[in-house]
């Protein structure tokens, strides 16, 4: 449906099973009708089990932007979430090896813990990583302005402080050294209205 009437679309995914559908992305591409962000939290396939156990291991997510880049998908990368004092330092290899693979941008979002989200966290921190578990906490805290979660708009998404300006300063240097700079957008103008409105007693 959405190939048949043009419709824009952009994906974001922590999964290789949106190649799948890599021939109805690569035909909306042609005309700038699609766009997928492929999330990677971590090269480490050790802290991948243990994180993210219900999707694709990292090497399946390059895979995937290089399946998508070479059908002519435009592709980025999400680093999200970003945990400090677990996978900070990653960044910069992710930031290279998604490059590498055919991704063409690149975002981040540092953790943030709403609710009972915070509890599950550090329970899961706890039996995991407890060496880090203090360490992990505190630097979310210095980033979420004394507390596991920052429900602000504009703030929640980079958090504010001391460790949020040197986390965007080493991203953004990443970044650039990598080459993903660029700004992908979606082109509207080829989208067809599917038919007449119907009535609402036909």
């Not at 300063?169 to 700004?183: I, Q």
Request: net charge positive; hydrophobic share 45%.
């Amino acid at each position: 449906m959405l190939a048949e009437f043009r419709n824009p679309v952009g994906m974001i995914t922590k999964n290789h099973l949106i190649t799948r559908d890599v021939d109805i992305l690569a035909d909306l591409a042609k005309d700038r009708a699609s766009l997928v962000m492929i999330s990677v939290t971590t090269l480490d396939a050790d802290v991948a089990r243990v994180m993210e156990p219900r999707t694709s291991s990292p090497r399946r997510r390059l895979d995937a932007i290089r399946t998508l880049t070479d059908a002519g998908v435009p592709v980025g990368v999400m680093v999200a979430p970003i945990i400090p004092g677990l996978t900070d330092h990653e960044a910069p290899a992710i930031l290279a090896a998604c490059a590498e693979a055919g991704a063409r941008c690149a975002g981040y979002v540092p953790l943030r813990l709403p609710w009972a989200l915070a509890q599950l966290f550090e329970d899961w921190l706890g039996r995991h990583f407890p060496d880090r578990k203090d360490k992990i906490l505190n630097r979310i805290r210095s980033l979420r302005g004394g507390k596991l979660n920052d429900p602000n708009f504009v703030t929640r998404m980079h958090g504010q402080g001391v460790w949020a300006e040197q986390l965007e300063t080493m991203f953004n240097l990443a970044k650039r050294k990598a080459g993903l700079t660029e700004k992908l957008e979606l082109d509207a103008s080829k989208f067809r209205v599917p038919g007449g409105q119907m009535s609402l007693f036909s």
